[in-house]
């Protein structure tokens, strides 16, 4: 049985009203990334109690921590970033939750991060090694202009750092809008398939600067909730649209149309045979 979740920052910047949207569509988890407006990265610990304290009034689960950890540049000094990775860390932990949502690293301008694989081994190794011996996963997202910008790189990355608290996170829009692939579930599903842990529910048509509702672009998003029930995958799905805008680190979708989205994905998982939890 699966969870939904949602990146609920997308339809309101208010935490409160963030919440309330949750409540009102039954949705039984969040995947924390801006509260009030702030990265959750960035938040004072009274800020963050308050979060909390909210979320535990209605009982509102944290699926993952939104963390924007691997999106900078490989060049840019690993101390500082391994220092947040740690906080991200102590975020899981402060929040209840065993995943924290990461990437791979952009290049330095002008060159290819494929040239970085050594340097991207690396750092993921050192930060999956802070884990070792818990049950916390980074669970590594496929996105545009990163090294696991591409199914072939997701896989890699988990070969090489070979650790049990790196897993991936699957996202089939981005592989529409970073490499035009209308196929994603034939492609790139089967390759990353034994490493998913985590699933993340936005459609995208070919060339389109906003997401589309789901089933209506070339995610195949229909096709990968039948996948889910042929996996027996029991985790979360985190609804992510991009409706009204997309980009490099948020969205934004109106209460309306979001809840157009989820309803849509609760029929899809009903027909396929996906139980969900409300």
Request: charged share 25%.
């Amino acid at each position: 049985m699966i969870k939904f979740s949602a990146f609920a920052d997308e339809v309101a910047i208010n935490f409160r009203d963030q919440i309330d949207f949750l409540a009102t569509q039954e949705v039984p988890a969040i995947e924390i990334r801006f509260v009030n407006g702030k990265n959750i990265m960035k938040l004072t610990r009274t800020e963050l109690n308050e979060a909390k304290s909210m979320l535990d009034a209605t009982g509102i689960e944290v699926s993952a921590i939104g963390s924007p950890i691997g999106k900078v540049a490989i060049d840019e000094p690993f101390e500082v970033h391994l220092e947040e990775f740690e906080h991200a860390v102590e975020l899981a932990h402060f929040f209840n939750t065993d995943l924290i949502r990461v990437f791979s690293y952009y290049p330095p301008k002008g060159k290819s991060i494929d040239h970085f694989r050594d340097e991207v081994i690396k750092r993921m190794s050192k930060k999956a090694a802070l884990l070792a011996g818990t049950d916390m996963l980074m669970v590594h997202e496929n996105e545009s202009n990163i090294y696991g910008h591409s199914a072939e790189n997701c896989v890699d990355l988990i070969e090489a750092v070979n650790s049990p608290n790196l897993k991936l996170a699957y996202d089939p829009a981005n592989f529409v809008t970073a490499h035009s692939i209308a196929n994603n579930v034939g492609v790139c599903w089967p390759l990353m398939k034994p490493h998913v842990r985590h699933v993340h529910i936005k459609d995208w048509k070919l060339n389109s600067a906003i997401g589309s509702l789901p089933g209506q672009g070339a995610g195949q998003i229909r096709k990968l909730i039948a996948e889910l029930v042929k996996a027996d995958y029991k985790g979360f799905i985190t609804m992510e649209p991009h409706l009204n805008k997309g980009g490099q680190f948020g969205g934004r979708t109106n209460p309306d149309l979001f809840a157009q989205a989820l309803a849509m994905v609760k029929v899809m998982c009903m027909e396929a045979g996906l139980d969900f939890t409300e």
